[in-house]
């Protein structure tokens, strides 16, 4: 499976953008990880098809939203009230079976090319 990222862009603090991601091929879970300058990759958020179930990390809870077709092969993160913290270069990601552990990106082997998301204050 490969996977293709698009969005991102420059945004102004309180703004909102989106990210989409298309997979080749099926999976039973889709994610979007972010890497700011000098951090490690955190976890964003993961949308898992059976339950039609959303995972947040807390830092974004409330502001973005995961959603998505798994018919489509398709995920989308539309990101609101966006903060200067929110810069970084984001990462989709997914995998065949869901694993709880969904937060850590060591669970992950594919990844599509990160797309930088600036937010300017």
């Known amino acids: 499976v490969q996977l293709q990222a698009s969005g991102g862009g420059l945004a102004q603090v309180g703004g909102s953008l989106s990210l989409s991601c298309a997979a080749s091929g099926r999976t039973g879970v889709m994610g979007w990880f972010r890497q700011a300058p000098g951090k490690e990759r955190e976890f964003v958020a993961a949308i898992r098809w059976s339950m039609g179930r959303a995972y947040y990390a807390d830092s974004v809870r409330g502001r973005f939203t995961i959603s998505g077709d798994s018919a489509k092969l398709t995920v989308n993160l539309r990101m609101n009230n966006l903060k200067p913290e929110d810069t970084a270069v984001y990462y989709c990601?997914?995998?065949?079976?869901?694993?709880?552990?969904?937060?850590?990106?060591?669970?992950?082997?594919?990844w599509g090319q990160g797309t930088l998301v600036t937010v300017s204050s």
């Open positions: 990601t997914g995998r065949l079976v869901f694993n709880v552990a969904y937060y850590d990106s060591e669970q992950y082997s594919i």
